[in-house]
């Protein structure tokens, strides 16, 4: 019998629909063809006619631009290259294998760049130098809320990776329980990937390592354990130059890098479809961070008695104790939870010309509604969301600043999606 592998889309199938059906909904991973990206021109700027990366271009380009890097073999007093050009002229006379740069925010920097030259023309700079974002991940609330200049949002979730050919990503879920798309630009990758079924037995296997303070690095498993994996339904896939992977949700991954250099290009996303999910793991997240902190707590209810305070005295500070803790730990906390989902809510079913307005003052495009699903859908994945949270014994709607507004907002807009 043949072990399961993961799916790799025909150039027929990069269509929204298809992606949906086969493997949003159903939260499986695929590896989709160079079509979906073919028009990138990255392609053609940052590779030469051969294939092989412009060493060059990518120094004119982004050598200024300064970085900090992983190094999984780090030499004492070997100082820490802090520019892309000097980590450039490493991997270019064939050292630093062990050095990888992670998490590169360089979309957000050529924007910046694009900003600087002619204001309002950052987004086009990122087309026309880099890459448009797919059909199939544009239903991204985290970077449609993030990336909201008009209301002086800094971050997003789009990301170079660029590392030597000995460096991995150990066995992780990614943040938020969000979905993950790479496209492999240069060289190739091994992904081991694991359905949630998988999480119970990898667990003792993560506390292990971190106790030794290390990692999982499934490629260093014996065969004996990657063959019980494989039972258990992990899958194994090599991503070569050209393709673009789709991790689903809650599904961990190692990811090793088999050329020297490897570069892709990532984005971190979620939507409707995993909103419930995120929402428990921002609620798990919450909890921990309150029994980590509950000292506090008993502290302020103290405080607040020998004051003569009722639960208005202490209860207000609490909550902030705690939310000031999961947005430091979990870099989001409630507040930015709601308001992103109040964000995507007021553009849907509004006109393209609404859209079209608010994208221009977005770095993110503007998301048409065949790549969404139906607002029927996005409605019965958030309405029950509400409920849960106005219903927490915690009752952070009230406590939080602003807090209560924004579900008055998100309910608002749900009563108008739904006449
Ligand atoms: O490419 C890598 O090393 C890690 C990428 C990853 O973990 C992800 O895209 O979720």
Redesign the pocket.
């Known amino acids: 019998m043949s072990s399961p592998a993961v799916a790799r889309l025909e150039p027929a199938q990069c269509s929204y629909t298809y992606f949906r059906q086969h493997h949003l909904l159903p939260n499986t991973p695929c590896l989709f063809p160079r079509t979906l990206v073919e028009r990138w021109p990255l392609l053609s700027r940052w590779l030469d006619k051969h294939g092989n990366l412009d060493w060059n271009h990518l120094e004119d380009q982004y050598g200024a631009l300064e970085v900090t890097c992983i190094d999984l073999a780090p030499v004492a007093d070997e100082p820490a290259p802090s520019t892309f050009a000097s980590l450039l002229h490493l991997w270019r006379r064939g050292d630093g294998r062990a050095k990888y740069l992670?998490d590169w925010h360089l979309p957000l920097a050529v924007f910046r760049a694009g900003e600087r030259d002619v204001k309002g023309k950052g987004k086009e700079r990122v087309r026309d130098e880099v890459y448009e974002v797919p059909d199939v991940c544009l239903d991204d609330w985290l970077n449609e809320y993030e990336g909201d200049e008009g209301a002086g949002r800094r971050d997003d979730f789009r990301f170079v990776?660029v590392?030597g050919g000995d460096t991995?990503?150990p066995l992780?879920r990614?943040i938020y329980s969000s979905y993950?798309i790479?496209t492999q630009i240069y060289g190739s990758?091994r992904w081991y990937l694991f359905p949630p079924s998988c999480t119970p037995s990898l667990r003792p296997l993560i506390v292990a390592a971190e106790r030794q303070g290390s990692s999982v690095n499934c490629d260093a498993w014996p065969d004996v354990l990657k063959a019980d994996f494989r039972a258990q339904g992990m899958l194994v896939v090599e991503q070569a130059a050209g393709e673009t992977i789709f991790?689903p949700s809650g599904w961990f991954?190692s990811?090793h890098?088999l050329s020297h250099p490897t570069l892709?290009l990532?984005h971190n996303w979620l939507n409707s479809h995993i909103l419930p999910a995120v929402y428990s793991a921002l609620a798990y997240e919450a909890a921990r961070c309150r029994e980590a902190v509950d000292d506090v707590r008993d502290m302020l209810v103290e405080q607040a008695r020998r004051e003569g305070k009722g639960e208005d005295g202490w209860r207000r500070e609490w909550e902030e104790t705690v939310d000031g803790l999961v947005e430091r730990s979990e870099g989001w906390s409630w507040p930015t939870f709601w308001r992103m989902t109040l964000n995507t809510l007021s553009n849907l079913d509004v006109s393209t010309s609404t859209l079209a307005e608010r994208a221009r003052r977005s770095r993110w495009p503007p998301v048409p509604p065949e790549v969404r699903p139906s607002v029927a859908f996005v409605v019965s994945q958030v309405r029950p969301l509400v409920d849960d949270f106005c219903a927490r014994e915690e009752q952070e709607w009230r406590w939080l600043d602003g807090l209560d507004r924004v579900l008055e907002e998100v309910e608002g807009e749900l009563e108008r999606l739904a006449m």
């Open positions: 992670k990776y590392g991995f990503t992780h990614d993950s790479s990758k991790v991954h990811v890098n892709s990532n």
